[in-house]
Nanobody, 123 residues
Framework: EVQLQASGGGLVQAGGSLRLSCVAS????????IGWFRQAPGKEREAVSC????????DYLDSVKGRFTISGDIAQNTVYLQMNSLKPEDTAVYYC????????????????WGKGTQVTVSS
């Protein structure tokens, strides 16, 4: 069992920045891919960004490329998502996720979900 603790959400004006943090604990022995999904009201969950310890890949949703940066010490199971130039359409609940070995863009492929953190971007 893996537990994920996310923090850093909040309310920000358009153009502003936030940094989300995620710390994994529990049975974190295997090489993970850790990342973020988000879900806006009335929409399905979508993959935002991910980093894989196994193959060192980093993946981003097209609409956040150039604005969001994922980083951290994945060997210590800690990942950050720096979100710059935020837009109202980035408003959503953001979930830290864990998948064994490789990143996934599918919610059904995620092995563990953290509790969400709300990000609200006002216009």
């Amino acid at each position: 069992e893996v537990q994920l603790q996310a923090s850093g959400g909040g309310l920000v004006q358009a153009g502003g920045s936030l940094r989300l943090s995620c710390v994994a604990s529990g049975s974190t022995f295997d090489e993970p891919a850790i990342g973020w999904f988000r879900q806006a009201p009335g929409k399905e969950r979508e993959a935002v960004s991910c980093i894989s310890r196994r193959d060192r890949t980093i993946d981003y949703l097209d609409s956040v490329k150039g604005r969001f940066t994922i980083s951290g010490d994945i060997a210590q199971n800690t990942v950050y998502l720096q979100m710059n130039s935020l837009k109202p359409e980035d408003t959503a609940v953001y979930y830290c996720v864990w998948k064994y070995y490789y990143c996934t863009r599918y919610a059904s492929g995620v092995d563990y979900w953290g509790k969400g953190t709300q990000v609200t971007v006002s216009s």
